[in-house]
């Protein structure tokens, strides 16, 4: 119940295409849904973050879409550049701790 | 404004041994939590000090222990090294807690051979 899964575990696009990774959980508590962005050798940036009484969020060409019914959420990019290429990690917390529950990650890699 | 920094950035240890990282968070931040990352098992959590206090633990045994100081700054320590506690260790500081952004450090990579 403590688990998000993640999919896909990796994805090829072509510049200016858009970029879908999608997100599942199980616990209904979860209130925090942040997205973080991690280049090799790198620490996991924070791109965007949502929670559930919102049903979407967008940032420039990064968007999370939220599907509260469902436990979905997934990260949308939108006009995807080959500086996009890294590893995506959807994530999960609830309450005031900052534990975040971590999806596998997804590997994009953009075509020029 | 600084980011978080953590050191040292690698670091070699002989199984047996132990090891102590450092953890600096952004300035005004009061949460320093701390995960594990390996190819095999992604991002573990391991554990969440705030205000010196631990407020959660993750699923690791007790050689993984951690304190946070007066000044925010925290350790991680692991004793009795094993093959398996190599890994990319990584530190993150968010201002109050859960909800709040969180900041990652660039990690220490930490092999035991």
């Known amino acids: 119940q403590q688990q998000v899964k993640q999919s896909p575990q990796s994805l090829i696009v072509q510049k200016g295409g858009i970029s879908i990774i999608n997100c599942a959980y199980e616990?209904?508590?979860?209130?925090?849904f942040p997205w973080y962005q991690q280049f090799p050798g790198k620490g996991p940036a924070l791109l965007i973050a949502?929670?559930?009484?919102?049903s979407e969020k967008k940032e420039g060409r990064f968007t999370i879409s939220f599907n509260k019914s469902a436990k979905q959420f997934s990260l949308h990019i939108m006009d995807s550049q080959p500086g996009d290429s890294a590893t995506y990690f959807c994530?999960?917390?609830?309450?005031?701790?900052?534990?975040?529950?971590f999806g596998s990650g997804t590997r994009l890699l953009v075509r020029p | 404004k600084a980011g978080v920094t953590q050191t040292p950035r690698y670091l070699i240890k002989t199984r047996g041994q132990q090891v102590t990282l450092s953890c600096s968070p952004i300035s005004g931040h009061r949460s320093v939590s701390w995960y594990q990352q390996t190819p095999g098992q992604g991002l573990q959590f391991l554990f969440e000090?705030?205000?010196?206090?631990?407020?959660n633990k993750g699923n690791f045994p007790g050689r993984f222990s951690g304190r946070q100081f007066s000044n925010s700054r925290s350790e991680m320590n692991v004793s009795t090294l094993e093959l398996g506690d190599s890994a990319l260790y990584l530190c993150a500081s968010s201002f109050g807690g859960g909800g709040t952004e969180a900041f990652f450090g660039q990690g220490t990579r930490l092999t035991v051979v």
């Open positions: 949502i929670r559930p009484d919102v």
């Open positions: 616990n209904t508590a979860f209130d925090y």
């Open positions: 000090y705030f205000s010196e206090t631990q407020r």
């Open positions: 994530a999960a917390s609830k309450g005031s701790s900052y534990k975040l529950i």
